[in-house]
């Protein structure tokens, strides 16, 4: 079956500390879909990154970074030099490739940036 | 530029009383869904619609029903409502085509059953 796990319920850090959110999965399939949204204090669900099962390559986009390792089924995501406006819970999200309308979430991890 | 709009953004009920959050988008996505947030699980699926005509189960459904009624709008009706729904729904809308598209989602309804 499908399944996300984010074990970090939460994390605190101090304004530019570096800070790396873990994502671990499961799946049968061969090709899937993994993704990270960002939810603000604000509650709106707001996409980051989209990551097809091909594609192992590290991505960079500013301050953050994502790192897919297919051997260790793992998509994790580190902020550089965080800020407070960082601070929001952030879920990973698997699709599933038989019904690419399911989408599994994990349970998120609240991330506090402290100025 | 709207993206997807859910109503109503709070509602209040009584136990056994029923409503329908309403959910419409505008970027002619096909697929549509209902989800709801609570603390320390996550989004769970409830359903989703694939496309117009179409709707389907997810990993929650007791206890809601849907209604794609065009391609823009996608409801979910509870009704008999329960303490236990009492969450937050969002719904979302994407494009899914030969490979899977992101979610787009609303902004909330935050729904409590007394």
């Known amino acids: 079956a499908q399944k996300v796990t984010q074990a970090q319920t939460e994390i605190s850090v101090v304004e530019k500390e570096d800070v790396t959110l873990d994502c671990v999965y499961e799946t049968r399939d061969t090709t899937y879909y993994l993704f990270w949204y960002k939810q603000p204090p604000s509650g709106e669900l707001v996409f980051l990154i989209r990551?097809?099962?091909?594609?192992?390559q590290n991505e960079i986009s500013g301050r953050y970074s994502w790192n897919f390792q297919k051997s260790t089924s793992s998509f994790n995501f580190t902020i550089t030099a965080s800020q407070v406006v960082d601070s929001a819970v952030y879920f990973c999200?698997?699709?599933?490739?038989?019904?690419?309308?399911?989408?599994?979430f994990g349970s998120g991890t609240k991330l506090n940036v402290k100025p | 530029n709207a993206g997807v709009t859910q109503t109503p953004k709070f509602q209040v009920l009584k136990t056994g009383q029923s409503m329908t959050l309403q959910c419409a988008q505008d970027m002619n996505h096909n697929s549509m869904y209902w989800y709801r947030q609570d603390p320390g699980m996550g989004l769970r699926l409830i359903y989703y619609?694939?496309?117009?005509?179409?709707?389907d189960k997810g990993e929650v459904p007791n206890g809601y029903n849907v209604s794609r009624l065009n391609k823009r709008e996608f409801s979910l009706r509870l009704e008999s409502a329960a303490p236990s729904q009492t969450s937050v729904y969002f719904c979302?809308?994407?494009?899914?085509?030969?490979?899977?598209?992101?979610?787009?989602f609303g902004e909330g309804s935050r729904l409590t059953v007394l």
């Open positions: 979302a809308s994407s494009f899914q085509g030969y490979d899977t598209g992101e979610l787009f």
């Open positions: 619609s694939a496309s117009e005509g179409t709707t």
């Open positions: 990551r097809n099962s091909f594609d192992e």
């Open positions: 999200a698997l699709s599933d490739t038989y019904n690419f309308n399911k989408f599994y």
